[in-house]
């Protein structure tokens, strides 16, 4: 009985210890993020970094503007793909480099949206993540399948994104914005559950506890960001 006690409470001490460890890292490129994007956003010479200015006054993006547009999307592939194979001081260093090229793609938002909406829309977006995190940690509940079914609708409304960049339906646009944020507001719960999870099973090594929760804390990331950019289309009061 006792050994069963000592088990459950090292195990217990484990998981708290690797879900602390992953908001940390979550925190701290969100943290990045939001200033790079505040820096950009707010400072015309260097957003315009990354446009190029034509003879009759249009801008267009340039290479860097495609780099920092296409280059996020390319490094999640190459985390998720090489967390096995990559030392942890490149998963380290990727992961920052990602939350500045996100922070600099994100800075376009400042030019359609207030500095007032967008802080508020913050603030509700880190109210709503907090209390699903809390949901996730907390809840008996297995959330497994209901993770599935949202995956599954994640899918679809990328499908009906795209399908609507042709239709310009601002109908379907809405239901998108409405299906966004339910979808990463139940992707939290979900992903915060499945990191105490692993955090339970009690990882050792501490390169392989340094590149799990990186990419842990990305999935994180990524929750926080969507759900924001949904919620913004909402309470976000264009220039």
């Known amino acids: 009985m006792e050994n069963n006690f000592e088990y459950q409470n090292s195990t217990r001490v484990l998981s708290n210890s690797f879900v602390s460890n992953v908001f940390m890292w979550m925190f701290g490129a969100l943290g ?5 994007a505040y820096l950009f956003g707010t400072d015309p010479s260097l957003i315009m970094t990354m446009f190029s ?16 547009m296409l280059a996020p999307f390319i490094m999640v592939l190459v ?26 793609s994100l800075s376009f938002i400042f030019l359609a949206y207030t ?3 967008i802080f508020k829309t913050f603030i509700i977006t880190a109210g ?19 993770g599935s079914i949202l995956i599954m609708a994640l899918l679809g ?30 992707l939290t ?9 692993i955090g339970m099973t009690g990882i050792e090594n501490n390169d392989t506890m340094t590149k ?10 990524l929750d926080f960001i969507n759900l924001f950019l949904y919620l913004l289309r909402f309470f976000g009061k264009r220039n």
């Open 53 to 68: 200015v034509r003879a009759d006054g249009s801008a267009s993006m340039n290479l860097l503007g495609w780099i920092v």
């Open 157 to 186: 409304i990328i499908l009906a994104t795209l399908v609507n960049m042709f239709m310009h339906s601002e109908s379907l646009d809405y239901i998108i914005s409405i299906a966004g944020v339910v979808i990463f507001t139940g």
């Open 212 to 221: 799990i929760s990186i990419f842990a804390a990305l999935s994180l990331y």
């Open 79 to 104: 985390m998720s793909m090489g967390v096995a194979k990559m030392k942890a001081s490149t998963m380290v260093i990727l992961f920052i480099v990602y939350s500045v090229l996100m922070g600099m």
């Open 128 to 146: 709503m993540f907090g209390i699903m995190a809390v949901v996730g940690y907390t809840t008996k509940t297995d959330l497994t399948k209901l």
């Open 189 to 197: 719960a979900y992903d915060v559950q499945k990191i105490k999870q």
């Open 115 to 117: 500095s007032a909406s």
């Open 32 to 36: 990045i993020t939001a200033l790079t």
